[in-house]
């Protein structure tokens, strides 16, 4: 290796992190941070798609990674990078990576019905997170990093509970599982410089996700069947 790769996979690191300081700061010069205090009570979501199509929710840490797992799913029709589950209407970067708005970064998809389904796109989520980390997703370390399941309707709900336990029961999944499943609030957009993020910036991508050791500890977790070789 040479002998400044070291410090660059640090300071890649540590990268992703410092977006949520700029962006917070920008929001403070334009006076918008101040939405950070101003609950609001999240309305059930409601998804927004065309007959034969279906939307699912997931929050598994960086959501560049749940894209870059999500988008090569057959009959996947779109992801979209962004923010729920919080208690602040139109929540910034800034306000979810400083803690401050409840929310947590999370993956919209679209997705086809007669040419996938729920179950599956559960399995994609699953082999993708690390389920036994409270404290956020590999190196994104707070609440607004965690992993869960943001159902959007009954069916949902009960899908994914029904996966959640058939992983509980099975020996050689990874344990505990703290994924929590609940039912899904508004969904609010990402940024535009966050969508499609390991597309338009892949090397760094690639430094940050080797970085973070994604891959080594879904490998740790799921052995063969761990996700994200293709990111």
């Avoid at 090569?72 to 919080?86: D, E, I, L, Q």
């Avoid at 979810?96 to 599956?120: F, I, M, Q």
Wanted: glycine share 8%; net charge negative; hydrophobic share 35%.
């Amino acid at each position: 290796m040479h002998p400044n790769n070291g410090y660059l996979m640090k300071r890649l690191v540590l990268a992703r992190r410092g977006l949520w300081l700029a962006a917070l700061l920008l929001a403070l010069s334009a006076g918008v941070a101040s939405a950070a205090d101003t609950s609001k009570p999240e309305q059930p979501f409601k998804p927004d798609v065309p007959a034969g199509q279906a939307v699912a929710i997931f929050a598994g840490g960086c959501f560049w990674c749940m894209e870059a797992a999500f988008d090569p799913v057959k009959g996947v029709v779109s992801t979209t990078s962004g923010y729920t589950g919080g208690h602040v209407d139109n929540p910034k970067y800034g306000d979810v990576t400083a803690e401050t708005s409840g929310h947590a970064e999370a993956l919209k998809v679209v997705y086809r019905t007669d040419e996938t389904d729920y179950d599956t796109l559960l399995n994609v989520f699953w082999h993708n997170i690390d389920p036994t980390d409270d404290g956020g997703q590999f190196c994104d370390r707070g609440d607004s990093y965690r992993s869960k399941i943001f159902a959007v309707n009954d069916t949902q709900i009960k899908a994914a509970k029904a996966s959640k336990q058939a992983l509980e029961n099975d020996p050689d999944a990874p344990s505990p599982i703290v994924t929590q499943i609940v039912a899904a609030t508004t969904f609010y957009d990402a940024e535009d410089y966050h969508q499609n993020y390991y597309q338009k910036n892949p090397l760094r991508y690639k430094f940050y996700r080797a970085s973070c050791r994604r891959d080594a500890t879904l490998e740790k977790r799921w052995g063969d069947a761990a996700g994200g070789r293709q990111g």
